[in-house]
Structures are given as C-alpha cells and as structure tokens.
C-alpha cells in the first residue's frame, strides 16, 4: 500500500483531525465516523484492504496514527494553517502529504 501518494481532500483532512480531536476537524456523518473507528483498529493487513475502497481516508489515518508529522499535514491540507498549494501553482486540491495536487502526483507515480 503506498500512502504517500494518495491525494486528501480537504473533507477527508478534517474528519480524521477532528476524530484526534485536533484543531480543524469537524465531525463526519455517522458512517464515516464508524469508518475512521475501523481504521483505527486496524492493522496493516485490514488498512490496505480498506484503502482499496476509502485510499483517502487509509491514508490521512496512517499519516495521523504514525506520521510524526501528520496532523500538522492533514491541518495544512485542512486550511487550519497557511492553505497548501502545489509548485505547479494548483491551489485548490486535493493534495497529498507532500502538498502535490492530484495532476503532479498522478504524473510522479
Ligand atoms: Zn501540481
């Protein structure tokens, strides 16, 4: 599973900081909610096969869970500290954690 080049919308970002409790969350709907509780319990084997469906949110719950820099990723991406923007000059998103947007990465994989 390569989480590193997934692109997080900015909906994504905020429903796994608010499930941290981090500043710029805000509370999903009660599936995702469940589907963030999975992910949190969930060892590799069982991340990689939700990431098939839900790559996004696989991937911002590994960067939250393990990434010691992942919350202040997932709050960049968030727009709770300065917005991303991606060197190609896109600033409206999605990203992914290296604040590519979803064209450059695409074309980096
Ligand atoms: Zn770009």
Redesign the pocket.
């Known amino acids: 599973m390569n989480t590193t080049s997934t692109t997080i919308p900015r909906e994504t970002a905020r429903h796994v900081l608010w499930f941290f409790g981090q500043d710029g969350g805000y509370q999903p709907g009660s599936f995702t909610e469940h589907l963030l509780y999975a992910l949190s319990f969930a060892d590799m084997v069982n991340t990689a096969k939700i990431a098939e469906v839900y790559p996004d949110y696989a991937a911002a719950m590994v960067a939250a869970k393990l990434d010691p820099d992942g919350i202040a990723n997932l709050q960049r991406i968030a727009g709770a500290e300065a917005p991303l923007g ?5 600033s409206a998103g999605p990203f992914d954690l290296q604040g ?6 695409e074309s980096a994989a």
């Open positions: 991606c060197k190609c000059g896109d590519r947007c979803e064209t450059c990465t």
